[in-house]
């Protein structure tokens, strides 16, 4: 039976996920900072390739080539495909293209701007295959990834990081490591809306966490402060984004607060989708197919859109209830491991001009 494993580059985090036959029979994440240097990714894909086993044949997907270790993105992809296929050392390995589908490591440069953070198309590329309309909603412990799917197709309008910010279709807010003065301004506390710090004390990992919410195995990397993950210590580190010590206030004042980063950060994904439909109207009961860390939030973005809602779980198969949930954390990598089943592989030849993304 050939096997497949997807891996999804991260600039925090590597993802791999393992499908044989068409069943995923492996999954794992782990903390792949690469602003700390490329060892840190040498030495996740070891322990990765211990879980997961040999393949037939790797496929490749990535955003970590934004990472400031990189000159440049072209940069960042180049290294981060050659890096890989060094680790993996298999003879069949091929980098997702978006639109140009898979690509061996010879034609890597001649589809830079399709290979550098694609993996949001390979996800939603999968689910359009499966579903053929809705609302793809993947939630990750730093961005959100919002994709209209509309006749089997994806319906983007942006497919850079640039376009899709513009576009809405990319917001950068996750479910971890989100700093909080990036997700609101002020919030309610004591009666007052309080300004925040503008300093790194704290993340929305320490928001769910305090609020009970916090996925297990969602926020692999170092605490703001570098102290232990405790409610206790999510709290003081909560406090200080508003001057103030955490015995100022009870715990379920800091509870309180907590939801007000929730609601702010919620109305953030619930704007860009409100823009998203508004140029790709979806008919009433075209779902809301939610993924990755934050499916949670995805969940209850479809309440507030009066939606159905389709977890991207649902989707696959796997050999445990376990691995199904992890596919849905790891979604592109799983996406591009069963996207592979199809031969979308181009083969060494001229340069083809850049194409368009799917509409």
Same mark, same amino acid.
């Not at 497949?4 to 995923?24: E, Q, S, T």
């Not at 080539?65 to 993996?88: H, I, M, N, Y």
């Not at 939630?139 to 509309?150: H, M, N, R």
């Given at each position: 039976?050939?096997?497949?494993?997807?891996?999804?580059?991260?600039?925090?985090?590597?993802? !791999?996920? /393992?499908?044989?036959?068409?069943?995923?029979?492996?999954?794992?994440?782990?903390?792949?900072?690469?602003?700390?240097?490329?060892?840190?990714?040498?030495?996740?894909?070891? #322990?990765?390739?211990?879980?997961? !086993?040999?393949?037939?044949?790797?496929?490749?997907?990535?955003?970590?080539?934004?990472?400031?270790?990189?000159?440049?993105?072209?940069?960042?992809?180049?290294?981060?495909?050659?890096?890989?296929?060094?680790?993996?050392?298999?003879?069949?390995?091929?980098?997702? +293209?978006?639109?140009?589908?898979?690509?061996?490591?010879?034609?890597?440069?001649?589809?830079?701007?399709?290979?550098?953070?694609?993996?949001?198309?390979?996800?939603?590329?999968?689910?359009?295959?499966?579903?053929?309309?809705?609302?793809?909603?993947?939630?990750?412990?730093?961005?959100?990834?919002?994709?209209?799917?509309?006749?089997?197709? $994806?319906?983007?309008?942006?497919?850079?990081?640039?376009?899709?910010?513009?576009?809405?279709?990319?917001?950068?807010?996750?479910?971890?490591?989100?700093?909080?003065?990036?997700?609101?301004?002020? $919030?309610?506390?004591?009666?007052?809306?309080?300004?925040?710090?503008?300093?790194?004390?704290?993340?929305? +990992?320490?928001?769910?966490?305090?609020?009970?919410?916090?996925?297990?195995?969602?926020?692999?990397?170092?605490?703001?402060?570098?102290?232990? #993950?405790?409610?206790?210590?999510?709290?003081?580190?909560?406090?200080?984004?508003?001057?103030?010590?955490?015995?100022?206030?009870?715990?379920?004042?800091? $509870?309180?607060?907590?939801?007000?980063?929730?609601?702010?950060?919620?109305?953030?994904?619930?704007?860009?989708?409100?823009? $998203?439909?508004?140029?790709?109207?979806?008919?009433?009961?075209?779902?809301?197919?939610?993924?990755?860390?934050?499916?949670?939030?995805?969940?209850?973005?479809?309440?507030?859109?009066?939606?159905?809602?389709?977890?991207?779980? /649902?989707?696959?198969?796997?050999?445990?209830?376990?691995?199904?949930?992890?596919?849905?954390?790891?979604?592109?990598?799983?996406?591009?491991?069963?996207?592979?089943? +199809?031969?979308?592989?181009?083969?060494?030849?001229?340069?083809?001009?850049?194409?368009?993304?799917?509409?």
């Amino acid at each position: 039976m050939n096997s497949v494993i997807g891996w999804d580059i991260g600039g925090a985090h590597l993802k !791999g996920v /393992r499908v044989d036959g068409g069943v995923v029979t492996g999954a794992i994440q782990l903390p792949s900072p690469l602003w700390q240097g490329l060892e840190k990714l040498d030495a996740a894909f070891v #322990k990765a390739c211990r879980k997961l !086993g040999s393949a037939t044949h790797h496929v490749i997907t990535m955003t970590g080539e934004l990472a400031d270790v990189f000159a440049s993105r072209s940069e960042g992809v180049q290294t981060l495909a050659r890096r890989a296929a060094e680790k993996l050392g298999c003879e069949k390995l091929t980098i997702y +293209a978006g639109p140009s589908g898979f690509v061996p490591l010879v034609r890597v440069g001649d589809h830079i701007d399709e290979i550098a953070s694609a993996n949001w198309h390979a996800s939603a590329r999968f689910v359009a295959m499966r579903l053929g309309e809705g609302l793809f909603v993947d939630i990750g412990s730093t961005t959100t990834d919002i994709v209209a799917l509309g006749h089997g197709n $994806v319906s983007a309008r942006g497919y850079t990081d640039a376009e899709r910010l513009e576009t809405g279709e990319l917001v950068y807010t996750g479910m971890a490591r989100s700093f909080l003065m990036a997700v609101a301004a002020r $919030v309610p506390f004591r009666g007052s809306l309080i300004p925040l710090m503008n300093e790194y004390f704290a993340n929305m +990992a320490d928001v769910y966490r305090i609020l009970g919410e916090l996925p297990l195995g969602a926020d692999q990397q170092a605490t703001a402060d570098g102290r232990e #993950k405790s409610v206790e210590a999510s709290v003081a580190r909560l406090a200080r984004m508003l001057g103030v010590d955490a015995a100022e206030a009870s715990k379920e004042a800091w $509870v309180e607060v907590a939801r007000a980063f929730r609601e702010a950060q919620l109305r953030t994904v619930h704007d860009a989708a409100m823009l $998203v439909l508004s140029r790709d109207p979806l008919p009433p009961r075209a779902p809301i197919i939610g993924a990755g860390v934050g499916v949670k939030i995805a969940r209850m973005l479809a309440e507030r859109l009066e939606r159905p809602f389709i977890p991207f779980s /649902r989707l696959v198969m796997a050999t445990s209830p376990r691995l199904r949930k992890l596919a849905c954390d790891c979604a592109p990598a799983a996406a591009i491991a069963l996207l592979a089943k +199809a031969d979308f592989t181009i083969e060494p030849g001229p340069s083809p001009s850049k194409p368009s993304p799917d509409r």
